[in-house]
């Protein structure tokens, strides 16, 4: 009896950290209608999923189509909590790059840092505009 109850509890302490991070995973879905740029990688346009993960250092998985991409974000605390989970996205003429993204219910978000690609347009004085789309969180 006692073999099954240390058996038993050694199971719990190991299912119980699995099961905490994957009620904290919130996936993040959008129609994203073009194809964008994020961390150097091209993207394609159609439904686009988001989601945050890590165990200390965090990372966002991003899936558009059959591509899949991980990227290390910079993490950034608005001062007021999202009232819908959105992506947004930074456009010069007919390019778009993926510049943050915020989660529903949540303070916390996740900023992209500008590539080589989109630093070249702004050094080259493009008219940049903000596209937001907004989500649904799962």
Known sequence: ???HAATLLILTILAVPGLINAQSRKVIKTQVPFEFI???N???AGECAVEARGDGIT???ISSGEHKLFVVPISSQASTTSAEAKLVFHR???QYFLSSISRKGEKLGYAFPAGK???ELRAQMATENDVTLVADAQ
């Open 117 to 119: 690609a989109e630093k």
């Open 1 to 3: 009896m006692k073999k």
């Open 38 to 40: 994020v961390n150097g």
């Open 59 to 61: 990372y966002v998985l």
């Open 42 to 44: 091209r993207m394609p």
């Open 92 to 94: 010069y003429g007919n």
